[in-house]
């Protein structure tokens, strides 16, 4: 549902997560050998998102985020807070990195609202608009073990009902702008329509400002069907492989808005502005004005948080250059 949201043109924002601090990592490491209560932990996550709000604050972000500094991985922090679920041993993601993969062992029931406390926090910390952050229904269904369901499509039906539930617990707490991740479908394209009928079932209805993230995969696959994802803006990583996804994009109908990721997440180099501008310059070749949103690739949670902030700052400024250029 398209809001009038009163911003500026090409509204700037990150994606979802920012690197947590140190003193949080050990706080976590902590939790899981019982060596803190859940309060303790619970105050350090509230700290970071305060200083995550401040951060964006200085740099100028239009939307903000809350930072996710009270989750780990994007699967299994909702999966904890359901029902219907058993958590196993570490699995390996790729490369050396291991996650704990959610198993379906019953029925999938809400229990209570999973996001709701740290959006609230990190939107009265700020006047501007806070995203509320969900892991899509096809991603939760695709990354989890499914020992009780049917079908892939029960799985997914399942978790839209949830995350429908969740939404409507955020839309009623204020949020504008709701942002439902769904990176699995990046490599499994031929399930694009099963990810739309998800995707529909959590936002139909709703008003708010829906939006999707996707994020590297075999998007020559995907870009005939794009156009079939029910929100309003569809978020893309470009910057990481220098924006050859707008050839991919060419001559394919795309009636979303989009999420112009314009500097690469998993570099230590920091994106110079005029770098930026020249990408901003690209995206008006495929897409119009009113189309483009401006944030990373990705999420930051793999860079520091100083890496971030500078990341940002360039972005930020590369805009506010842009958006002066446009007027012109």
């Known amino acids: 549902m398209k809001l009038d949201l009163n911003l500026s043109q090409f509204p700037t924002t990150s994606v979802g997560s920012f690197p947590k601090p140190d003193y949080l990592a050990d706080a976590r490491r902590k939790f899981y050998k019982k060596e803190i209560s859940r309060e303790e932990l619970l105050e350090l996550e509230e700290k970071a998102t305060r200083e995550f709000i401040k951060m964006q604050e200085r740099v100028g972000l239009d939307v903000l985020v809350d930072g996710e500094a009270e989750r780990g991985d994007m699967a299994t922090f ?29 029925e999938i029931e809400f229990r209570e609202p999973m996001t709701l406390h740290f959006f609230k926090l990190a939107q009265n910390l ?28 029960e799985v997914v039906h399942a978790f839209a009902k949830v995350l429908r539930e969740e939404a409507i617990e955020l839309q ?8 439902i991740d769904e990176p699995a479908l990046s490599v499994r394209s031929d399930e694009i329509e099963l990810a739309a009928e998800g995707l529909k079932m959590v936002v139909e209805g709703l008003e708010m ?43 394919h109908e795309f009636p979303q808005d989009v999420g112009l990721g314009v500097f690469d997440v998993h570099t230590h180099k920091i994106t110079p502005q005029k770098e930026i501008e020249k990408n901003l310059e690209k995206a008006l070749e495929f897409f119009r004005p009113e189309q483009i949103w401006v944030d990373p690739d990705c999420g930051l949670k793999t860079r520091t948080l100083e890496e971030s902030e500078e990341g940002l700052k360039e972005m930020v400024e590369a805009t506010k250059v842009f958006r002066t250029k446009f007027e012109k």
């Open 209 to 251: 400002y829906s939006i999707t993230h996707i994020c590297y995969g075999a998007f020559e696959h995907l870009a005939p069907k794009i156009h079939l994802l029910p929100v309003d803006q569809i978020d893309l990583e470009f910057a990481g492989r220098d924006f050859e996804l707008l050839e991919q994009l060419r001559g």
């Open 78 to 106: 909702f999966a904890e807070r359901l029902d219907g679920f058993e958590i196993s041993e570490p699995v390996r993601s790729y490369g050396n990195r291991y996650y704990k993969k959610p198993r379906i062992v019953s």
């Open 172 to 179: 009623k707490a204020g949020c504008k702008i709701i942002q």
């Open 126 to 153: 700020t006047s501007k608009p806070v995203k509320g952050m969900l892991t899509g229904p096809y991603t939760m269904m695709d990354w989890s073990f499914n020992e009780h369901y049917s079908s892939r499509e």
